[in-house]
Structure formats: structure tokens, C-alpha cells
């Protein structure tokens, strides 16, 4: 059983270009989570998206950002316009049950974003 | 909102000694706690968790943790530490009654010295 994927591993932008960052979960798992580990921090909760519907997105900065996670294929992050502070590495999590109280969320190998 | 303090951004410890990761944490609500650890430049791996019952909880490489709810805490040991445990250990806790993100530590890197 594949664990999460996360591609590009590595992605070099420069300022004002766009950045799409994919995450694929663990079989079976319909539940996706973001983070992003700015350098020398922990990890901080970006989005939390079901099938189709983003269920919580309170750690998603106002603008630029934006993610989703559609019926078939991966889960996008996507970043309009990087600037400099967006470098940092972004992880993806999957769980298996409904994100209530007992589901485990496993991390994918991250994305690390330079932004040029 | 909850929030969660590693008391020890580093950790040099020499091959064979015994070593303790403290976390702390702090919630007005029920929580469940985590350990994960991170390799360099790979993403993070489960250790350990606490979600009810007995407080001591064994994990994978021979770490174990103790959730103790009268000090916040939830310390990560590991009697004997091998050079391949050299890694980034973040200490994470998730509400029990909403919502389904994950607090984490600002993480204790563990540098294991031959």
C-alpha cells in the first residue's frame, strides 16, 4: 500500500509566478490535510479538504492561496504570484476516517518551495 | 485554542545513553497527543499516540511516552538511542471535540554523538 505522494519534491519559482504543489493519499483515504514548515519552525495547519468540499481552511493566508481536492486526481495547493516568504516546505497528511476523534494522519515526503 | 511547547530545541546525547524529549501542552478541552519524528529532508513519520486508556505508550524504535494530564505533559524517552536516531522529534496534540487539525511543537532535533 503506497504511502501519501507529494510532487514536485522540490519546486524553484520566482517572484510572481505560480506554484501548484499535488498530494496524492493514501489508498482508500478521502481526507486531506495541508501544512507548511517555514525554515527553523514546526509545522503549521494550512487546510483541511474532503472530496470535493474544503471542510477548514482557518490556516490559509486570505490571498493567493487556494486548494482543492476533487472527485478524481490529487489535491492541489496552489499559490498565485509566490513571493519570497512563501518558501518553505508543504506537507501533505491524509486520514482514513471522518476526522473526528480517532483518525491518524499520515505525512507525505513535503514539497520544498524556493522561491527565487 | 490549544497550543504545545518543546521545552529543548536541541538535544546532543552520546550512542547508548538514555534520553527524554519534553512536551508540553496546553488545551481547555480534551486532546489527543502525538509524536512524530523527520528524517532529514523527508516528511514525518508517526512514533507514538495517546487517545485513552493506559498513560504510558509504546511506539516503533523503542520509544515510549507517558501522558501525565495533571502537568500537561506527554514526554518522549527512549532508554538506549542508536546513532540512527539522529532526527527532528515534534510533539503534536489534536482536539478531541472538533475539528481535526494537528498543534505541533516548534520540534527538539536529537543528535545522537558516537
Known amino acids: 500500500n503506497a504511502g501519501v505522494m507529494q510532487n514536485p519534491r522540490h519546486l524553484v519559482r520566482r517572484r510572481g509566478q505560480e506554484a501548484r504543489l499535488r498530494c496524492s493519499p493514501m489508498?482508500?483515504?478521502?481526507?486531506v490535510y495541508w501544512y507548511r514548515q517555514l525554515p527553523e519552525e514546526g509545522l503549521k495547519f494550512m487546510v483541511y479538504?474532503?472530496?470535493?468540499?474544503?471542510?477548514?481552511e482557518s490556516g490559509m493566508p486570505k490571498e493567493r492561496f487556494s486548494a482543492e481536492f476533487p472527485k478524481e486526481g490529487p489535491s492541489i495547493l496552489r499559490i498565485q504570484q509566490v513571493v519570497r516568504g512563501d518558501s518553505a516546505a508543504y506537507f501533505c497528511?491524509?486520514?482514513?476516517?471522518?476526522?473526528?476523534?480517532?483518525?491518524?494522519?499520515?505525512f507525505g515526503p513535503g514539497t520544498r518551495l524556493t522561491v527565487l | 485554542a490549544q497550543s504545545v511547547t518543546q521545552l529543548d530545541s536541541q538535544v546532543p546525547v552520546f550512542e547508548e545513553a538514555p534520553v527524554e524529549l519534553r512536551c508540553n501542552y496546553s488545551?481547555?478541552?480534551?486532546?489527543?497527543l502525538f509524536w512524530y519524528v523527520q528524517y532529514p529532508n523527508q516528511g514525518l513519520q508517526l512514533l507514538l499516540k495517546?487517545?485513552?486508556?493506559?498513560?504510558l505508550v509504546k511506539g516503533i524504535n523503542g520509544f515510549e511516552a507517558e501522558f501525565n494530564k495533571s502537568q500537561t505533559s506527554f514526554h518522549l524517552r527512549k532508554p538506549s538511542v542508536h546513532i540512527s536516531d539522529t532526527a527532528e522529534y515534534f510533539c503534536a496534540v489534536k482536539v478531541q471535540t472538533s475539528g481535526s487539525r494537528l498543534t505541533f511543537g516548534e520540534g527538539t532535533q536529537l543528535t545522537v554523538n558516537p
Open positions: 488545551s481547555s478541552v480534551s486532546v489527543y
Open positions: 479538504l474532503q472530496k470535493e468540499n474544503i471542510i477548514d
Open positions: 497528511a491524509s486520514s482514513l476516517l471522518s476526522g473526528g476523534n480517532t483518525d491518524t494522519q499520515y
Open positions: 489508498k482508500g483515504h478521502s481526507h
Open positions: 495517546y487517545l485513552s486508556g493506559s498513560t
